[in-house]
C-alpha cells in the first residue's frame, strides 16, 4: 500500500484507512474548510477500491471530521467543534507524539479518577453487607493466568457490579463510554499490561469493595485519593507506544 499503512490488529481496511486520515487532519495537512481529493484520487492513492474508500469516508463522516457534500465534494470540518473523545483511541495510536504529554495524561487521570469516585460513592449509598461477598468473587477471578483482554472484562464485570449497586443511570452511562475506550485501545495493543501489578490490584480493590459495602463514604474518599496518585503514571505506561500508522 503506497501510504505504508501499518498491519493493525484487528482494525479491518477501511478502519486503518479512516485512521492515516484522522490524523492528516488533526494534524494539520488538511485544514477546515479544505476540499480533498476526489474519491477516485484517494483511492489511487492508498491502492484500495472506491468501496472500501467509501466505507472509510462514511466512518470520518459519522465522526464529524468531514462533509460529504452533493456531488461527492469532501470537505474538512473544523473537528474541535464537532469530534468527541470517541476517536481517541485512533489518535493515541496514529500519532502519539502529538497526544501524549502531561497535560493530555493528568486531564485523562483526573477524569477517570473522578468518575471512579463517584461510582463508588454511589455505590456506599447503596451497597448492603451481603454486596460484599459477590464483590469478592468477582474480584477473585483475577489471577496471573489470564489474558490482557480477559483481565480487563473481567475488571468491567466488577465495576458493572458496582454500577448496578449504586444505580445511577447517568454514571453508568459515562462508564459505558469509557469501557468503550479502554476496548478500542486493547484492540489497537495500546495497553500493553495491566494497570497495577496483580497483588496491588486486589489490595486496592479489597479495601474499596469493603469500604464500599460498609456504607463508609469518607473512607471510600480517602482510598480514592490515595490510590489517585499513581494514576498518572498507570496512563503513561499503558498509553506510551511504538508502533504508528505511518502517512
Given at each position: ?19 492515516v ?20 484520487e ?64 493528568e486531564?485523562?487521570?483526573?477524569n477517570t ?12 449509598q ?46 453508568q ?27 496491588q ?33 498507570v ?13
Open positions: 500500500m503506497s501510504v505504508g499503512v501499518a498491519t493493525i490488529r484487528r482494525i479491518s481496511l477501511p478502519d486503518q484507512i479512516a485512521m486520515m484522522r490524523k492528516k487532519i488533526f494534524t494539520g495537512v488538511y485544514k477546515p474548510g479544505d476540499k480533498l481529493p476526489s474519491e477516485r484517494l483511492a489511487d492513492k492508498f491502492e484500495i477500491a472506491r468501496l472500501t474508500l467509501r466505507k472509510a469516508l462514511g466512518l470520518l463522516a459519522q465522526e464529524g471530521w468531514i462533509e460529504i457534500a452533493q456531488g461527492r465534494n469532501i470537505v474538512v470540518n473544523d473537528f474541535r467543534t464537532i469530534v468527541g473523545v470517541e476517536v481517541l483511541p485512533d489518535l493515541f495510536f496514529a500519532c502519539p507524539g502529538a497526544l501524549i504529554g502531561k497535560q493530555i495524561l486531564t485523562i487521570a483526573e479518577s473522578r468518575l471512579g469516585e463517584q461510582i463508588l460513592l454511589a455505590a456506599a447503596k451497597a448492603k453487607p451481603s454486596d460484599e461477598k459477590r464483590l469478592l468473587e468477582l474480584l477473585a477471578v483475577q489471577t496471573e493466568e489470564l489474558g490482557l483482554e480477559e483481565f480487563f472484562e473481567n475488571d468491567f464485570k466488577l465495576a458493572h457490579e458496582v454500577l448496578r449497586i449504586g444505580d445511577n443511570l447517568i454514571l452511562m459515562a462508564y459505558n463510554s469509557q469501557m468503550k475506550l479502554s476496548r478500542k485501545l486493547l484492540a489497537l495493543g495500546v495497553v500493553k499490561d495491566r494497570p497495577y501489578p496483580l497483588p490490584y486486589h489490595e486496592i480493590n479489597r479495601s474499596l469493595i469493603k469500604a464500599v459495602c460498609a456504607g463508609d463514604e469518607e473512607l471510600v474518599k480517602s482510598l480514592s485519593r490515595k490510590y489517585r496518585e499513581g494514576l498518572e503514571e496512563f503513561k505506561r499503558s498509553l506510551t507506544t511504538k508502533r504508528k500508522v505511518r502517512s
